[in-house]
């Protein structure tokens, strides 16, 4: 009886190693830059295979009065994902054993996992509060407050943990991700340097990619590159250089858009009517055609079809070489083209934004928009139609509404072409009903256009001045 008992205490610490070392292993609610950033207890052992671990627990056998078989049966729980029976036993074991330390920081864990951060730091807190000198607790306490984005908190909680264990690399690493959110960058690449044992490039690739993900490309590219010098083989700065500097040319090129779209709203405050009317006329004389097309590249982009934006842009400079904007915008979407071919995420959304620049869709039909007349003003159907293309929009077809007694406009549109919807009604102001509808009438038409008859009184603004 007592080897038995031997055995089931020996199976149970093991199991419970089980659960630590699959949370070590995995943070699924946290995104690649973030991947060392773990919870875990102070035990390291070699884990069971799955196929011993089922057929332990199958075995197990509730006794009342004893905290080590919820404990156990809590942390199976828990490896699975299944928190709230992790919690609901981790509670048994504190009813019957309210010092019960490790049961405390499991259910921190798991009120953690469901995003229930205000009770994972109470459970945190009374185990620190229990035995204060646990560097596992004081590391989860951290990675909690990281969760709710409260990263000078998440400072302190890891640098108690450091303090408590100076040799543990992965709290080193906690710690330098927690200084590089709160901005302090300089302490981040010390820490990140010391978790890599001394690694140089190791501190600048993953300085690297916290700059990126805070979207700061050229400090980005720098390290990338710094890493690149002290590694010259590492794959992943070849990969995070390459991703950083076709984005970098992307927010060049929208900040040049930015600030060519800011002057020119400065000099139509400035100027008179008239003076208003005779710059538009000349800059539409020397330069309109370059002009249109490198704006329709910027939507092109804008909308992901990346491969179309590069005709755009090129065709742009073929007849404005000067336009320096059109050519970091054609070196932004060659880059972005190729992130885009490379990654591996869901197709689908950014085939529906490519349907939508290109005006195909996946059988070769081409798809677009439908204008109708629904106002009975002659031609006008067609003037707004000619305006929207001069825009970039795919008009497919022009019709005649049910009735010419629409008194205002509309916009419908298909559900996955709400985004494209959105960008006529910016070009169209003026109409202010935009909806959802079913499947349109026509398969190639996805968004159809209804013009009233408050549309009228604007007409000469959508008259399209060609040469």
Not at 208 to 233: C, G, H, I, T, W
Not at 409 to 414: K, M, N, T
């Amino acid at each position: 009886m007592r080897d038995k008992r031997r055995f089931l205490k020996t199976i149970s610490m093991v199991t419970l190693l089980v659960f630590f070392s699959m949370t070590v292993s995995s943070c699924s609610m946290f995104n690649s830059n973030w991947a060392n950033l773990k919870f875990w207890s102070k035990n390291k052992q070699s884990a069971m295979d799955e196929k011993d671990v089922n057929r332990f627990v199958a075995k197990i056998r509730i006794r009342p009065g004893n905290p080590e078989s919820h404990y156990l049966l809590a942390c199976y729980h828990q490896e699975r994902g299944k928190h709230r029976e992790a919690i609901s036993e981790f509670a048994k074991v504190l009813f019957i054993d309210s010092s019960h330390v490790k049961a405390y920081n499991g259910k921190g864990v798991s009120h953690d996992r469901l995003g229930e951060y205000a009770m994972a730091e109470d459970s945190y807190r009374t185990a620190i509060s229990l035995d204060p000198k646990l560097h596992y607790v004081w590391n989860n306490l951290g990675y909690s407050y990281v969760l709710r984005g409260e990263y000078a908190e998440a400072v302190v909680a890891f640098r108690t943990a450091l303090d408590l264990n100076e040799k543990e690399g992965r709290i080193r690493n906690n710690l330098a991700m927690a200084y590089a959110m709160t901005g302090d960058y300089e302490k981040a690449s010390r820490e990140f340097e010391q978790a890599g044992g001394g690694d140089r490039s190791y501190s600048h690739l993953k300085m690297a990619s916290v700059y990126y993900e805070k979207a700061m490309f050229a400090q980005a590219v720098d390290s990338y590159r710094a890493a690149l010098a002290l590694n010259p083989s590492s794959d992943a700065a070849k990969r995070g250089l390459e991703a950083s500097e076709g984005l970098l040319q992307i927010a060049e090129a929208a900040a040049a858009h930015k600030k060519m779209e800011q002057k020119r709203a400065l000099l139509e405050e400035d100027l008179t009517e008239p003076v208003i009317a005779g710059v538009i006329a000349t800059a539409q004389k020397d330069e309109t055609s370059a002009l249109e097309n490198y704006q329709a590249a910027v939507r092109l982009y804008e909308k992901g079809a990346f491969q179309e934006a590069k005709k755009q842009f090129t065709l742009a400079l073929s007849e404005n070489p000067s336009l320096a904007s059109a050519r970091k915008g054609l070196i932004a979407s060659e880059a972005l083209a190729r992130i885009s071919d490379a990654s591996s995420v869901s197709r689908q959304p950014v085939d529906t934004l490519k349907e939508m620049a290109a005006g195909t869709s996946r059988n070769g039909r081409t798809i677009g928009i439908e204008v109708s007349n629904g106002n009975g003003a002659s031609h006008m159907a067609r003037d707004i139609a000619e305006y929207l293309k001069a825009k970039g929009f795919k008009v497919v077809r022009l019709t005649n509404a049910d009735t010419f007694n629409h008194a205002e406009g509309s916009i419908v549109y298909e559900k996955e072409y709400e985004e494209l919807a959105g960008k006529i009604a910016g070009a169209l102001p003026h109409i202010k009903d935009v909806k959802q509808t079913g499947k349109l009438d026509r398969p190639n038409v996805k968004v159809k256009v209804v013009v009233g008859k408050d549309l009228v009184s604007h007409r000469e603004e959508f008259k399209v001045q060609k040469n």
